[in-house]
């Protein structure tokens, strides 16, 4: 009842805020007193729109969000502001009345699809449980009832969208399309129209009112009113399925998570986020777990479907570019507070609080450039001579034809099957140069990086490292060779040994190398801090206590110790905020002009690409489809693949970031 | 409030107003300042696993009345005479069962030994063989779960089917068998224990290891030129330490009470060791009439154990990332 009245006066009033929060404050008690992680924000969301807050990893964001729907950790409380959902008061509501509101009022697309899915039951299932939690009528007797009394009385259009086509029907309405058609020439492609357009649990009667007609079937009206009388929970499950994207839905209701892509669990997340009809729905970055291109096509689709349905959507991102192409309104958090609202456009045109200003021009796009810090001008003037462009290039890294098969274990005992992670690619690393492999998750671009050093060994071809193939390496020359090659891992939180303080990370590989005596290790300890603009001081901390972009820089700190000439930067920045990111990538842009550092660059993000690489090759499925040097593959793209990921990149239309190339 | 924006009012009310959603609001500059991107914190106290575990545990009365029962019996079990200056093994017949009396706070049991010396003097047994066990095992548990997880493949086939075929040997029924063939003292009751318990802990390691060892520091070392061994000693044993104290914690007990049950049982030390297990069962004919000469050394057994399971669980809440509360 109160979700029939609710929706009534909102639909009645689109000037009325579906959403309104004021003077939010959020407080978390922990071991260290009270934390406010909210302080005073504003928001509000208007029937129908798509309003994002955009901010870097504790702006309060997701708290802020997570307030709305009653969902804080047990140690966070409310303490101050109001939160209203549709003219109603829900700042402090008792839990069975947050219950009655979430998933029918205000539904909730999770961040992470790996996790939010339960791995012991059917998908079908779970989105089941989601129309039963919140008394979508699917009962039996209540579907009798319902149709019952659509049967016998006249019909009137506003019911008929509680009403969805049920299998039984389709298959009626299929079979009695086939012998009205008869030997038509036409009939063929009509029945495979008819069967692809009428979707089971989601094409309404009006909707199959409409196509019947259109396709055909004699007196459809009537045939239709009395056919389609709502379909079976089932049928509905699948039609939220099919309706959130997934092909051949109803087979894939019956699957389990396991056999899904993190791509079909967004999608299921999102099925079931909407399945009761929800007038808000909030998605806490619903995608950053994923592929660009995939990401992409998610959030079309959810596009697509919210403005269909009149949802509005509360988007929670951190990626400016993203917020800025899915909303129209943005709302800019910074530590706490809302820096800065509007409308996404006035904002990215003319951001007026210094900190959006700042998030504007760093942020990666296609727009910028590659980095050109005065630093390494400043380096570059002073070594630069005259005959270094006419010199024949001088590669450190060449790779022939490398290929990896991984055996998999096969369905019998014993048997195996053979996984070509790496498909027999060839690349050269230019000295002093940064060359990028950008791919997808499986393009298998880690596996290349990792034979590059010398890590995992090829299955077949060759990585020649300054003339010399290292699979013949002893090994003595092979501990001689690490130290000129040296990695940067990904996560910042599993690159350092927790139980080494920095000093100790920093100063392994001197020890392990046989560098100098502790005296001058500490002093080398110390330069390199310095180096990577870290106060000394931080030396007897350990890595527990240090943000994820100042692991990243002891990290680096530790991979220079030994003078390499070769840095492997494994999506090295991928899990840093935007202005940290463009922080390290500065960082290393200075290092690279000052040592004459080689880069491998291996990253999932292109715009991270422009911003670093001289030259790039595209991977996808092991193979390189695209190589060149980054403006070539930037402004004139050869394959459709590459067009494809430079399309999928947050904000490609829009004209952010420009900052970084004036 | 912040002050008004020129591009429109940010006030609450409805009415003429425009929509919210028109408005550009933004915060005045003063009340949300912007900071340098990313500044190292030098002011707090620098911390490490070890130091937090050790913050947390001290606020905790469990840990300090379990630290204090625990120091209290490591000093009887060394110093027995500083609490007692009767002799356990004198005995005068002439005081079976007698009563608590001066100098006799507990009483007498049958062979009218004094109680109280005697359950002084127990502890020293019960706290060598817990030791010595817990160590053993430890050590040996450790190293081959350690290098079963981290060498994996048939190594890690090989040593985990050794382990599961101690594992399936009852630990008692196994120091049964053997106990009957060797000569026992508190060493080689230690010795069987050992033997037929670190399994327990090598899977427990094995588990932590393999856990650690993907960690991608571990393949910064390997990138270094760091052998593998030294891999597992510097970087993956250290931190797979935590659930291997808490482990060794708790079966510290569990072992003080195997060793009482084969000394009950009459196949633990011999009669001439003073042993809480060995007295519980020399007490148990006179249970119904006597009840005091089996409380006593029960009732210290009792206490001893349950100081090392809570120590056991302190540590355990202390080191383990899944139950802390932070």
Redesign the interface.
């Known amino acids: 009842m109160s979700t029939e009245s609710s929706s009534q006066f909102v639909a009645s009033d689109a ?1 009325q ?1 579906l959403l309104e929060v ?1 003077d939010l404050e959020v407080s978390f008690s ?2 260290s007193g009270e934390v406010k992680a909210v302080k005073g924000a ?1 928001l ?1 969301v ?1 029937p129908g ?1 798509t ?1 994002a807050i955009v901010g870097e990893s504790g702006s309060g964001k997701s708290t802020s969000a997570h307030a709305v729907i009653g969902l804080l950790p047990e140690n966070g409380s409310v303490t101050g502001g109001t939160i209203k959902f549709a003219g109603r008061d829900i700042t402090h509501l008792k839990p069975k009345e947050a219950e009655a509101l979430r998933g029918s009022e205000i539904g909730l697309v999770p961040q992470d699809p790996m996790s939010n899915l339960n791995p012991v039951w059917r998908i079908g299932y779970q989105v089941k449980e989601s129309l039963k939690a919140n008394n979508v009528k699917t009962s039996r007797a209540g579907r009798q009832q319902l149709s019952g009394a659509l049967v016998s009385e006249e019909l009137t259009d506003h019911k008929d969208d509680d009403l969805y086509l049920g299998s039984d029907a389709k298959k009626t309405l299929i079979a009695e399309l086939t012998t009205a058609l008869g030997q038509s020439p036409d009939a063929e492609g009509k029945l495979a129209d008819a069967d692809e357009r009428l979707a089971v649990g989601s094409s309404t009667r009006a909707e199959v009112r409409v196509i019947m007609a259109e396709l055909g079937l004699p007196d459809a009206e009537n045939r239709v009113n009395s056919l389609v009388t709502g379909g079976s929970i089932d049928d509905r499950v699948a039609g939220l399925l099919a309706e959130a994207g997934l092909k051949d839905a109803e087979r894939r209701a019956r699957q389990y998570p396991h056999e899904f892509s993190g791509g079909m669990r967004q999608r299921a997340l999102i099925a079931i986020g909407l399945a009761a009809r929800p007038q808000l729905l909030i998605a806490d970055e619903p995608t950053s777990a994923l592929d660009v291109t995939v990401q992409r096509t998610i959030l079309d689709h959810l596009a697509g479907l919210t403005s269909e349905l009149g949802t509005a959507v509360l988007f929670i991102t951190h990626d400016l570019g993203l917020a800025a192409e899915r909303a ?2 943005l709302i800019v958090m ?2 706490g ?7 996404a456009r ?2 990215l045109d003319a951001p ?5 200003q ?1 998030l504007v021009s760093s942020a990666p796009s296609l727009a910028s450039r590659r980095i050109q810090s005065e630093h390494a001008a400043a380096v570059a003037s002073g070594t630069e001579t005259g005959d270094s462009s006419s010199a024949p290039a001088d590669n450190i890294i060449v790779a022939k034809d490398l290929t990896k098969v991984f055996r998999l274990p096969g369905k019998r005992p014993g048997s195996h099957t053979n996984f070509t992670a790496v498909d027999s690619i060839s690349f050269e690393l230019e000295r002093g140069k940064t060359l990028a492999l950008v791919g997808e998750s499986g393009s298998g671009k880690s596996t290349a990086a990792n034979m590059a ?1 010398n ?1 995992l060994e090829p299955t077949s071809g060759s990585i020649t490292f300054d003339g010399v193939d290292v699979s013949t390496l002893g090994k003595k020359e ?2 001689k060779f ?2 000129r ?3 940067i ?3 910042p939180y ?8 920095i000093y100790r990370s920093i100063e ?2 001197l020890r ?2 046989k560098v100098g005596d502790a005296k001058s290790r500490e002093a080398r300890v110390r330069e390199l801090l310095d180096l990577v603009s ?2 000394q ?2 030396m ?3 890595p ?4 994820g ?2 692991r990243q820089r002891v ?1 680096i700190a ?1 991979a220079l110790a030994l003078k390499p000439e070769v840095i492997v930067c494994d999506e090295a920045v991928s899990a840093l905020d935007v ?2 990111q463009a ?1 390290i990538l500065t960082l290393l842009n200075d290092l690279q002009a000052e040592f004459g550092l080689s880069y491998l660059f291996i990253t999932h993000d292109l715009a991270v690409v422009r911003q670093i690489a001289d030259s790039v090759c595209v991977m996808q499925n092991g193979k390189i489809v695209e190589a060149a040097a980054t403006d070539e593959v930037f402004d004139n793209p050869k394959q459709a693949y590459t067009r494809e990921l430079l399309a999928a990149i947050p904000g490609a239309s829009l004209s952010i970031g420009g900052g970084m190339a004036s | 409030m912040p002050e008004t924006p020129p591009t429109g009012p940010s006030t609450m009310s409805h009415g003429d107003q425009p929509r919210h959603d028109q408005v550009h609001f933004f915060a005045d500059e003063d009340r949300v300042a912007l900071l340098e991107v990313d500044v190292p914190d030098e002011t707090s106290a620098p911390t490490s696993l070890w130091k937090d575990a050790w913050n947390q545990v001290k606020v905790r009365p469990l840990f300090w009345i379990s630290a204090v029962m625990i120091v209290l019996v490591i000093l009887v079990a060394i110093f027995p005479y500083w609490f007692t200056n009767t002799e356990p093994r004198q005995c005068d017949l002439a005081n079976s069962y007698g009563g608590p009396e001066a100098g006799h706070p507990f009483g007498f049991d049958r062979q009218g030994c004094d109680i109280y010396a005697r359950t002084i003097y127990g502890a020293r047994a019960s706290v060598i063989v817990g030791t010595l066990t817990t160590i053993g095992v430890t050590l040996i548990g450790s190293i081959i779960g350690g290098i079963a997880g981290f060498y994996g493949k048939w190594v890690d086939s090989i040593l985990s089917r050794i382990g599961d075929v101690f594992f399936a040997i009852p630990l008692l029924l196994a120091a049964i068998v053997t106990m009957q063939v060797i000569d026992r003292n508190v060493w080689t009751v230690a010795l069987v224990l050992t033997v037929f318990g670190w399994p327990q802990i090598a899977r427990i390691t094995r588990g932590a290891v393999l856990s650690v060892k993907n960690s991608e520091f571990v393949t910064a070392s390997q990138a270094l030129g760091l052998s593998k061994p030294a891999i597992l000693a510097k970087h993956v044993m250290p931190n797979a330490l935590a659930p291997i104290i808490v482990i060794a914690t708790v079966s510290l007990g569990t072992f003080i009470v195997a060793e009482a049950t084969l000394s009950y049982l009459g196949i633990g030390l011999p009669p001439t060791v003073v042993s809480w297990g060995g007295d519980i069962s020399n007490a148990q004919a006179a249970i119904r009439t006597n009840a005091q000469v089996l409380f006593y050394p029960a009732g210290a057994l009792g206490l001893t154990v349950l100081s090392f399971m809570m120590m056991g669980d302190v540590v355990r809440d202390a080191l383990d990332p899944k139950a802390r509360t932070r």
């Not at chain 1, 507070?337 to 409308?343: H, Q």
């Not at chain 1, 007026?352 to 959006?356: A, E, G, S």
């Not at chain 1, 599993?494 to 303080?501: A, Y």
């Open positions: 000037d805020p004021r922990t071991s504003d509000t208007y729109q309003v129209e309104h910074y530590r507070n809302v820096v800065e609202s509007g409308p006035q904002i007026k609080h210094p900190y959006t700042r050093l890590l092979l501990f690490r130290r090659v040296q990695p891992f990904q996560n599993g690159s350092l040994d927790p139980m080494f303080s392994e590989p392990v190398h870290l106060p001081s931080m007897r901390r350990f527990n206590e240090l943000s972009g100042q990290a530790r202005l940290v922080q």
